[in-house]
């Protein structure tokens, strides 16, 4: 589940705050066509599938929340690419408070015509919001120096 904080919005100015926290970086190419998105995977491409759920808000302290349970699937594998098409690369800055952690802070960072277009939200592999979830996105918040927790 991703978590959308009204609070964090598209800047990444406190980000810097919590550079120790950070333990993975990943690049992604997306390959964008009229007819699908590709990505590639080891050195091949597959399509991207969508599983759409329905958005639900909550709070956690004074934050309010969009959680989204929609996630991409990696589908078929695929061996041409269309003349008409447009290259993004992604890169997901993942930080966390400690190993093994329930929550994660996901900073994603895309380029369109030279310019950076930042994406911060939480992740959790949980359906759910439990009190540790919650406990751990308050610690985020406050690290962050983010004034509405």
Known sequence: M????NCLETSTTNVKLIHELKYKENKILLIHTVSATLQCVQDTLKTLRVIDEPCTKTSIGKT???????KYVIDDEIYQIPKQHTVEEVVKTHYRLRPGALVELVVEATTHNGKANPLVYFSTKETSISHGIEEDIISFLSALKIGQI
């Open 64 to 70: 309010e929340f969009i959680c989204d349970n929609s």
């Open 2 to 5: 991703k978590l959308y904080a």
